[in-house]
């Protein structure tokens, strides 16, 4: 293991706690979300933007704690800053932040999918199957066209797609608390 390496595994065995707080609170987030569905949607932006700013704050925190030890800290600290921006905003102006991100999916959507179906056509002499590129470009269109037109039904999809993602993500990061944990444990009996 080079000096990077150890210095990096320093930082995160010694706030292997804070890994841990990261995951469990990506996780509660995650199954909050499913099994409230029915929780409107302010509600359910608030708690992303709680999630945002908790979840920046330990970053951010990681970050300090490991600037000694590892010369790439402040990537961490520019996660956790843009995590706790995030939040904040998202409790200063939550229908903002609502419709901003469901109208930036929507217009990522599109884009992509027309660039998708560009590239296919450009490439169909050179590759086989293009039509299957064609068919997930159309499949962006249309998810991008129905995310702007209906916003509100978007906007409950997007939030499962979020707490997927969140649990998923928690998950890791318990997963990587305890690695780290036990590597502390390895390390002090050595």
Not at 59 to 71: E, S, V
Not at 126 to 152: D, Q
Request: include cysteine; charge should be positive.
């Amino acid at each position: 293991m080079n000096i990077i390496e150890q210095r990096l595994a320093s930082t995160l065995t010694r706030g292997w706690w804070r890994l841990l707080l990261r995951g469990l609170a990506a996780i509660a987030f995650g199954i909050l979300a499913w099994c409230r569905p029915g929780i409107t949607l302010a509600t359910l932006v608030l708690l992303f933007g709680f999630y945002s700013l908790a979840d920046g704050i330990l970053a951010a925190w990681t970050a300090f704690a490991g600037r000694k030890d590892h010369d790439g800290w402040w990537v961490l600290l520019l996660g956790g800053l843009v995590g706790i921006g995030i939040g904040i905003m998202t409790f200063t102006n939550p229908g903002l932040t609502t419709l901003a991100l469901l109208f930036y999916i929507a217009i990522w959507a599109i884009t992509k999918g027309v660039l998708e179906i560009v590239a296919a056509i450009r490439l169909r002499k050179e590759i086989e199957g293009e039509w299957l590129l064609i068919v997930g470009g159309l499949a962006s269109v249309l998810f991008g066209m129905i995310l702007m037109a209906r916003p509100g039904e978007g906007a409950l999809t997007i939030i499962w797609l979020i707490a997927a993602y969140a649990v998923f993500f928690g998950i890791v990061m318990v997963a990587l608390a305890f690695k780290a944990r036990s590597f502390v444990k390895q390390v002090a009996a050595r």
